[in-house]
């Protein structure tokens, strides 16, 4: 392992100022991403910065229905939470879908947000990758390219999935990204965040160097609504999806009145299908309006050698969770 400063902040401020503009320089949270590529030497940090005595643990609901999360709340405590199991099911089974217990307990929300790609040929360290070594090539186009490569939001340097479950249900309930860094704190919209790969894959994120997350907060949640996440994987525990659908609905008798719909394990980024919701908006509950909306989700959908089945599998986690959410009696808060 390459050697590197380490220090402890116990202000947002301090850790802000310690990490600056430097680019080689890293926050420390749950650490279950980030020393897990120091140990195979594909991060390099020459500073990191532990971030876990600051004061970013609360999850607070705001006057006007927003729910605040601190960026330090773990996965499991957020998953717990009874505001987010009873106003956020989609968020709480997201959550709980997702690596182990043990990891969870241990992984935090802005470490979340930030985790990096699951592409075995950016981990190996050797192989031509774009986004480890910009302009050096996509092995993965070539390569084999089943379990996490995305059919959406692709581009010619780089067709790697975001991993989050967590970050698929925030891009469907709606949610601000607030960062300090060295010119202030900002927000930043949750569906502008994460960045598609196009010619500069190196960039996944808005972040600025050096700006820190200390909140991730969630729009009030749509009233009357039901929710859920589903999640299709090769395993049942301990394994990214192939793919995922969270799905937020609000009916009036048979007929949906709004929806939302995001995906998992097949887009380059959480991906919010929004020409499907517009396809569901006024429609009647049923087979042939979920087929229809999941169609319109894969329009745009680029098939690579081994991951084309990605397309029917995730236009049937759509129909899949639109079914089950307007079925049941118990989910509907109405
Ligand atoms: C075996 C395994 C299986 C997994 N399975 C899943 C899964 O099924 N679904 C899923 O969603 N995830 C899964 N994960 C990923 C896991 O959820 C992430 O590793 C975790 O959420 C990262 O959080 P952390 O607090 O440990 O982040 P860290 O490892 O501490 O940090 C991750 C990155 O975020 C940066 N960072 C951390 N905090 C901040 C901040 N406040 N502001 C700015 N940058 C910050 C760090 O510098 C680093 O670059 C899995 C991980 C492993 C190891
Ligand atoms: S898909 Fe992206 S992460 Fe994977 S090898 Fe290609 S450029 Fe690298």
Not at 114 to 139: I, L
Not at 149 to 163: M, R
Not at 171 to 191: K, Y
Not at 279 to 308: D, R, V, W
Request: hydrophobic share 35%.
């Amino acid at each position: 392992m390459r050697s590197f400063d380490y220090a402890r902040a116990d202000s947002t401020g301090q850790a802000v100022s310690t990490h600056g503009a430097n680019e080689q320089a890293a926050y420390l949270a749950g650490g279950t991403t980030l020393l897990d590529l120091v140990k195979i030497d594909i991060m390099r940090p020459d500073q990191v910065v532990d971030i876990n005595r600051l004061d970013l643990n609360e999850i607070e609901t705001l006057g006007d229905g927003r729910t605040r999360i601190g960026a330090l709340v773990t996965n499991t405590a957020l998953a717990r939470h009874d505001r987010i199991r009873s106003d956020y099911a989609v968020l709480s089974e997201a959550l709980l879908s997702g690596a182990t217990t043990q990891l969870r307990n241990k992984a935090t929300t802005a470490g979340n947000v930030m985790q990096r790609v699951r592409c075995p040929y950016f981990r190996d360290g050797v192989s031509s990758c774009n986004k480890r070594e910009p302009g050096s090539g996509c092995a993965a186009i070539e390569g084999h390219n089943r379990s996490v490569h995305a059919v959406l939001g692709t581009s010619e340097q780089c067709i790697a999935t975001h991993p989050s479950d967590m970050c698929v249900a925030m891009a469907a309930i709606g949610a601000t990204v607030t960062v300090e860094g060295p010119d202030g704190q900002r927000d930043i919209g949750f569906l502008d965040f994460h960045l598609l790969p196009g010619d500069t894959p190196e960039r996944e994120h808005a972040l600025k160097p050096g700006e820190l997350i200390t909140h991730v907060t969630l729009d009030a949640p749509l009233e009357n609504s039901r929710s859920g996440y589903l999640k299709l994987r090769d395993r049942a525990s301990y394994q990214f999806a192939l793919a995922s659908s969270a799905v937020i609905v609000t009916l009036e008798g048979d007929t949906i009145t709004n929806a939302r719909v995001a995906l998992g394990g097949v887009g380059t980024k959480p991906w919010r299908a929004l020409e499907a919701e517009k396809a569901l908006k006024g429609q009647k509950i049923g087979e042939a309006s979920f087929t229809h909306a999941a169609g319109i989700a894969f329009k745009g959908a680029t098939p690579y050698a081994h991951n084309a089945f990605k397309i029917p599998l995730g236009q049937q986690a759509i129909v899949r969770n639109l079914t089950t959410l307007t079925a049941q009696e118990d989910r509907r808060t109405s």
